[in-house]
């Protein structure tokens, strides 16, 4: 009789857990969805997994329109598609969407801060051309430039690579789900050290924050220091850089254009002297070239996204205050309603019929509106200068028996997979 009482305890027992562990779910469940449905007159979009949302989801068919909604955690955002949208968005209301949204991530990041040598053979471009993109922002950050083979500033710029494809990964992007665990992670520390670093190597000696520092009223501060300085490092050096990558790919993959860009540089401007900004005008197939290189890379294909500061009317939808908008630019480069021939490297998208030059409305690599790239011009001076700087002395091809592929690594930019070209002198 008391086996008996005892294995009837120990169902009953049993059935009690599963019924705690069922009722836990269900109410888990219920809550995600009333706290997380989607709010009434708000655009159309997938179904969203509980908790985690639409983070493992993409709508690359437009399956749901130019304006579709996307519940990444608990955040809803509305991404944007195509060039009419998304200019009503960041240039008609861009009033609206001027604010940027805060990734937790990043603020607990801040606040916690304390030419190829090897001429025709193959080499891996990335490293020297981070250099020496970074060694013009170095100049205008601190007024100092940094050897090549400077240790210390080649760990540096090991640790943004490796840090800034860490930001943008599915563990930053859950960053507002469980951002306890995220710090837990490897990502999160691998940026910590390289902020760190960042601050120490160039920052502590600067003259105007040892002279503001013992200022009490002044607003200036080592954090607002370091935020500044790394929003130009990093905005300035990894962007310029990783359109100049793929620049020295499609010329290596393209070398019929290449060769036409060679020949309009050896005519306008020769090998006696270096490239200016002010041959720019003069080389207008050169400059399509540069303009459909930054069209076919897209290296920030969502943009920076933005977040509405009042309720706003986007197509037939209404989105209210405080949702993050994300410009899909992919959506504006390959739009097949202003590009001839999208998906095709074709510098004749920006040149008319008499061979001049012409700049296309839906080239909004930078974005557009009120928030546009606060450095355009510089990274367009940047890339037209080591551009026509490096086809006026090198011709680039694919070492032998190498097939050229065109992956990519997805991280603060749609960066190049590492490849290796050869770069041959040009004979004078």
């Known amino acids: 009789m008391d086996l008996v009482s005892s294995v009837f305890g120990s169902i009953a027992h049993w059935v009690d857990i599963q019924s705690l562990l069922l009722f836990t779910v269900l109410f888990l469940l219920i809550a995600d969805y009333l706290k997380t449905r989607r709010p009434s007159s708000f655009p159309p979009g997938p179904w969203a997994l509980p908790f985690v949302g639409n983070i493992f989801t993409v709508d690359f068919n437009r399956t749901y329109g130019d304006v579709y909604s996307l519940r990444m955690g608990q955040t809803w955002m509305v991404v944007l598609n195509g060039f009419q949208i998304v200019k009503e968005a960041l240039v008609t209301q861009g009033d609206s969407l001027a604010d940027r949204p805060i990734l937790p991530f990043q603020v607990d990041m801040f606040l916690n801060l304390a030419g190829p040598q090897s001429e025709g053979k193959p080499f891996n471009p990335h490293l020297i051309i981070n250099n020496a993109v970074s060694n013009m922002i170095c100049s205008l950050i601190v007024g100092h430039r940094f050897e090549y083979e400077d240790e210390r500033f080649i760990k540096l710029i090991k640790r943004f690579d490796s840090a800034l494809q860490s930001a943008t990964s599915i563990w930053a992007q859950a960053s507002k789900i469980h951002f306890n665990q995220l710090k837990m992670t490897g990502q999160y520390y691998t940026f910590r050290k390289c902020a760190r670093l960042f601050f120490q190597y160039f920052m502590m000696n600067i003259f105007v924050y040892s002279q503001r520092k013992g200022d009490a009223e002044s607003t200036f501060s080592e954090e607002n220091l370091v935020i500044c300085a790394l929003d130009l490092f990093v905005a300035g050096s990894e962007t310029t850089s990783t359109t100049l990558r793929w620049a020295f790919l499609y010329m290596a993959k393209y070398p019929e254009i290449q060769e036409k860009v060679q020949a309009e540089i050896d005519r306008v401007i020769g090998q006696s002297r270096k490239p200016s900004m002010?041959?720019?005008?003069?080389?207008?197939y050169t400059d399509a070239v540069i303009h459909e290189i930054q069209r076919m890379g897209n290296i920030v294909p969502l943009s920076?996204?933005?977040?509405?500061?009042?309720d706003i009317q986007l197509g037939d939808y209404t989105v209210p205050k405080g949702v993050v908008i994300i410009p899909n630019l992919t959506s504006v480069l390959f739009d097949k309603r202003e590009w001839e021939t999208p998906y095709t490297f074709n510098p004749g998208h920006f040149l008319n019929e008499e061979g001049k030059f012409v700049k296309r409305a839906a080239f909004i690599p930078f974005s557009a509106g009120k928030r546009v790239c606060l450095g355009e011009n510089l990274?367009?001076?940047?890339?037209?200068?080591?551009?026509t700087s490096f086809m006026q002395r090198f011709t680039i091809s694919v070492p032998a028996g190498t097939k050229l592929v065109l992956d990519f690594c997805f991280g603060f930019t749609l960066a190049r997979a590492p490849y290796e070209i050869c770069a041959t002198l040009c004979r004078e």
């Open 278 to 284: 002010m041959d720019r005008a003069n080389l207008p």
């Open 304 to 310: 920076l996204r933005h977040s509405t500061n009042r």
């Open 379 to 387: 990274a367009r001076m940047e890339i037209f200068l080591f551009f």
